[in-house]
């Protein structure tokens, strides 16, 4: 089944800054970065290839008529998130909401895992996102609002071998997810996190094999992956006021089948 047509802003994060990681490229974080600026959003994008976040730049100052602030931002690096969010707050005054998106996977089996690689994966995509989180988190609660959406993936919750890394990553993504909301009550903010199944884009089809891309689409209902903007409207969604009452939740964005 072909994806349905793209679907047009409504506003939804009209005069919002929104800070959002590993933006750059064709995946899901310059979706999520595309349609918050089609959503009336002020970006400020980030990365760590410094061309791939120029680019994307570009694209996004053609798109809104003014360029995005960018951050180079490693999340590894507890500096560099300071950076990134310290110019958000330098350029804007504030952060509406943040977009927790860098994350690294692999295809390893257990058995044949060094543990320099298990780090790695965890230290991006879990530890990574908690950096970011609790900075956010920092900045929001004095401000008394804001909103932070997480990604995560449907790995958090199942099976699939040669990803114990990453799976396991996910898992504390929501976990984390769900413990920092309940701490973020009081003081305003609402954290949130998607959970894709499978969304195609030119990176996954570079690393990965065409008989695993068959495996993965035929195990979704539509028989196909998500397009990386039917991700980053779920992620809309949840960084809007049409989520005022959700916290602490994950949300799945998949057709798998049970």
């Known amino acids: 089944m072909d994806a349905p047509e793209y679907v047009p802003g409504h506003d939804l994060l009209a005069d919002r800054i929104v800070v959002v990681t590993a933006a750059a490229g064709a995946g899901i974080g310059f979706a999520v970065a595309k349609k918050a600026v089609e959503e009336g959003a002020t970006v400020v994008i980030s ?3 410094e061309r791939r976040l120029d680019e994307a730049a570009d694209v996004l100052a053609e798109l809104s008529g003014d360029r995005p602030v960018t951050s180079l931002c490693d ?6 998130v300071q ?3 310290a110019a958000a707050v330098a350029a804007h005054g504030r952060i509406d909401v943040m977009v927790n998106n860098a994350g690294l996977g692999g295809d390893t089996p257990l058995v044949e ?3 320099d690689e298990w780090e790695r994966v965890l230290d991006i995509t879990l530890t990574g996102a908690m950096r970011c989180t609790r900075a956010a988190m920092r ?7 804001g909103v932070i959406v997480n990604n995560a993936s449907v790995l958090g919750w199942r099976a699939q071998a040669g990803q114990s890394h990453y799976a396991a990553a996910k898992a504390g993504v929501m976990a984390l997810t769900r413990c920092a909301a309940i701490e973020g009550v009081e003081s305003g903010v609402r954290i949130n996190c998607v959970a894709p199944s499978f969304a ?3 990176f996954l089809t570079r690393t990965s094999s065409e008989e695993l891309l068959a495996e993965l689409a035929a195990s979704e209902a539509y028989g196909r992956g998500a397009e990386p903007w039917e991700v980053a409207n779920v992620v809309v969604f949840l960084a809007s006021d049409y989520s005022s009452y959700m916290t602490g939740e994950v949300v799945s964005v998949s057709s798998q089948r049970a």
């Open 47 to 49: 990365d760590v290839h």
């Open 75 to 80: 999340v590894r690096d507890e500096n560099q």
């Open 83 to 85: 950076g990134l969010l």
């Open 113 to 115: 895992m060094q543990d």
């Open 139 to 145: 900045i929001m609660g004095e401000q008394g609002h």
């Open 200 to 202: 195609t884009h030119p």
